[in-house]
């Protein structure tokens, strides 16, 4: 039987994916050769990384398939082989003469490696351009829960990236996409990472999957708030945030009991005051106990700003468009736009727990865990009767902390003592406390109760009547919020 062009291609892909792992082509190298920032990388750094990179193997590699730069077909067959030059060649990643000219960016991001559209250029983008990891993707990453699961979900696959991600702990992953170049890079980026449990369909959002249910769902699909339907990554279509609505509404319904669901989102608001009605709306409506992370918040007119920055260099095409923009959202009644993520947790309990943070995309790291830990934990709380019951539990540190005391000086009386503890990882989530109470959780041993711990602090710092009974108060508010952010655990 003859091998179709499809087979062929992802058998090169995969040889590929291997030429790359031995020329240790991934995070590590990168930022090795290119500095700190070399993952914000646009096409205006190109002329100095290129001239900062070393004759290796490895920087070859770099300039060919990060930078996105021509490299003659001899070097590069030094540096991959001729049988991954031809790799690129034959999954139309690069156009092969004398010299290597990439059509595409493979981007390493964790132990993967992900091949998409090569550097955005804005508005000279084609409508069905394939972005590359984002800062969205990498927000949904972050704050995907990442259990083994029997089958996980992909809504709006584009690149394939949270697929992938997903297909390392699920047994199988369906993948949607209505662009056929995003479903065509998600079948080669399988390959390349020797994936063989990623099933991709074609369809919008979650009309490919029928009537199934899954354990985890993960949505990175375009919603921008826009009058455009320009690009099919970036804008969402429908009213307002009307897309955002039925992801995260669809998102929840499509869920089996004990599933997860990540989904970015951007919610709109009449009102600056209250920004979060309609997003708190929609997660009430699920079933689902429910976090919402906000990431970025602005009014009309920054939002279409922020989204029309690569006109910015033109100064009349940028004000058509922001007027365009401002009319939209007026005629909307719009004032605030949220973006951010929605992370769902079909619990089957009647009445389900909503929570609601602000979180910084540059600064968060992964944070499943956290998130499945905060999740255990406000089951655990919402079970208890009062909320001293929380005395007769035993807890540990779960998350790495930081623990700050600052002394504030005042004028003709003793100096104030103030204190906060934050998450050194995952959400970098804040909490300001009473500095008697950060030494309760500094002393948490999960072989004592709460409050055998407490007694323990009391006596060493001699309280007693009712400044004990404010260390209990205070300690246990702290431990709540502690334990809700997954930064405690229920020992």
């Given at each position: 039987m003859a091998t179709d062009a499809a087979t062929t291609n992802r058998a090169a892909a995969a040889h590929l994916g291997e030429a790359l792992r031995a020329v240790g082509y991934a995070e590590d190298g990168i930022i090795e050769l290119l500095g700190e920032d070399g993952y914000s990388t646009g096409p205006e750094d190109l002329p100095t990384h290129a001239r900062r990179l070393p004759e290796t193997k490895l920087a070859t590699t770099v300039r060919l398939l990060f930078l996105g730069l021509a490299v003659p077909t001899a070097e590069a067959e030094r540096a991959l082989g001729r049988r991954a030059v031809e790799a690129l060649a034959l999954t139309g990643f690069a156009e092969v003469d004398d010299e290597v000219v990439p059509r595409t960016r493979i981007v390493p991001v964790e132990d993967l490696l992900i091949a998409a559209d090569s550097y955005s250029r804005g508005i000279e983008d084609p409508a069905d351009y394939v972005a590359a990891f984002?800062?969205?993707?990498?927000?949904?990453?972050?704050?995907?829960?990442?259990?083994?699961?029997?089958?996980?979900?992909?809504?709006?696959?584009?690149?394939?990236?949270?697929?992938?991600?997903?297909a390392r702990h699920a047994r199988r992953?369906?993948?949607?996409?209505?662009?056929?170049?995003?479903?065509?890079?998600?079948?080669?980026?399988?390959?390349?990472?020797?994936?063989?449990?990623?099933?991709?369909?074609?369809?919008?959002?979650?009309?490919?999957?029928?009537?199934?249910?899954f354990d985890l769902i993960v949505c990175n699909a375009p919603y921008v708030i826009s009058p455009e339907r320009r690009w099919t990554y970036r804008d969402a279509g429908g009213v307002g945030d009307e897309i955002s609505e039925r992801v995260v509404r669809e998102a929840a319904a499509r869920l089996n009991d004990g599933?997860?669901?990540?989904?970015?989102?951007?919610?709109?608001?009449?009102?600056?005051?209250?920004?979060?009605?309609?997003?708190?709306?929609?997660?009430?409506?699920?079933?689902?106990d429910a976090w919402i992370f906000v990431a970025w918040g602005a009014d009309a007119l920054d939002h279409a700003a922020e989204w029309n920055a690569d006109l910015a260099g033109d100064a009349e095409a940028f004000a058509e468009r922001l007027d365009d923009w401002n009319r939209y959202l007026d005629e909307l009644g719009v004032r605030w736009i949220s973006e951010g993520a929605v992370v769902l947790h079909r619990t089957g309990r009647s009445r389900p727990v909503v929570r609601i943070d602000e979180v910084d995309q540059e600064e968060i790291e992964a944070a499943g865990d956290q998130i499945e830990r905060a999740f255990q934990a406000r089951a655990r709380l919402a079970e208890l009767h009062r909320s001293t019951d929380l005395l007769d539990e035993r807890l540990r540190v779960a998350s790495k902390l930081r623990l700050e005391h600052v002394l504030e000086p005042q004028p003709d009386a003793p100096a104030v003592t103030s204190a906060s503890v934050s998450l050194d990882d995952g959400t970098f989530s804040a909490v300001d406390a009473d500095p008697?109470?950060?030494?309760?959780?500094?002393?948490?041993?999960?072989?004592?109760?709460?409050?055998?711990?407490?007694?323990?602090?009391?006596?060493?710092?001699?309280l007693s009547g009712e400044d004990a009974l404010r260390l209990q108060r205070d300690t246990l508010e702290l431990c709540r919020e502690l334990l809700e952010l997954g930064a405690l655990q229920l020992a």
């Open positions: 984002s800062p969205t993707s990498r927000l949904c990453d972050a704050l995907t829960p990442r259990p083994q699961v029997d089958s996980a979900l992909d809504v709006g696959t584009g690149s394939g990236a949270q697929a992938l991600l997903a992953v369906v993948a949607t996409d209505v662009n056929p170049r995003a479903l065509e890079f998600t079948r080669l980026n399988a390959a390349l990472n020797g994936l063989a449990n990623i099933e991709v369909r074609s369809g919008s959002l979650f009309e490919p999957a029928g009537d199934e249910h599933g997860f669901a990540t989904v970015t989102a951007s919610w709109v608001a009449p009102d600056a005051e209250e920004p979060d009605e309609r997003v708190l709306a929609w997660v009430d409506a699920t079933g689902c008697d109470a950060l030494e309760v959780v500094f002393e948490l041993d999960p072989d004592l109760t709460l409050a055998e711990v407490l007694d323990e602090v009391a006596d060493r710092l001699d």
